[in-house]
């Protein structure tokens, strides 16, 4: 079974930052992939940000040069920090694992970002 448990959401004004964690456990084994989508309201999930099975990082549009994803292998854990932050960056962010072919899902950490 595998667990994926985010923090660091909250509420911040338009211009700063916050940085999400993701800590996953269980049986995990690689190779994997861990990356970070959202879901604003009334909109569908989409990708933030995201490893690939190179090794390398994706990024959504509108999020290149504001967001950074990082991970730590041993801790198998994977952040995102968000700086320049926008309104339109509120949703409920959602950490990804991708192992086997099976997608896992955290329960989201949400994130407000006032003007």
């Known amino acids: 079974q595998v667990q994926l448990v985010e923090s660091g959401g909250g509420l911040v004004q338009a211009g700063g930052s916050l940085r999400l964690s993701c800590a996953a456990s269980?049986?995990?084994?690689?190779?994997?992939?861990m990356g970070w989508y959202r879901q604003a309201p009334g909109k569908q999930r989409e990708l933030v940000a995201a490893f690939t099975s190179g090794g390398s990082t994706n990024y959504a549009d509108s999020v290149k040069g504001r967001f950074t994803i990082s991970r730590d292998n041993a801790k198998n854990t994977v952040y995102l920090q968000m700086n320049s932050l926008k309104p339109e960056d509120t949703a409920v962010y959602y950490c990804?694992?991708?192992?086997?072919?099976?997608?896992?899902w955290g329960q989201g950490t949400h994130v407000t970002v006032s003007s």
């Open positions: 269980g049986n995990i084994f690689r190779p994997n992939v």
């Open positions: 990804n694992l991708v192992m086997f072919g099976s997608n896992y």
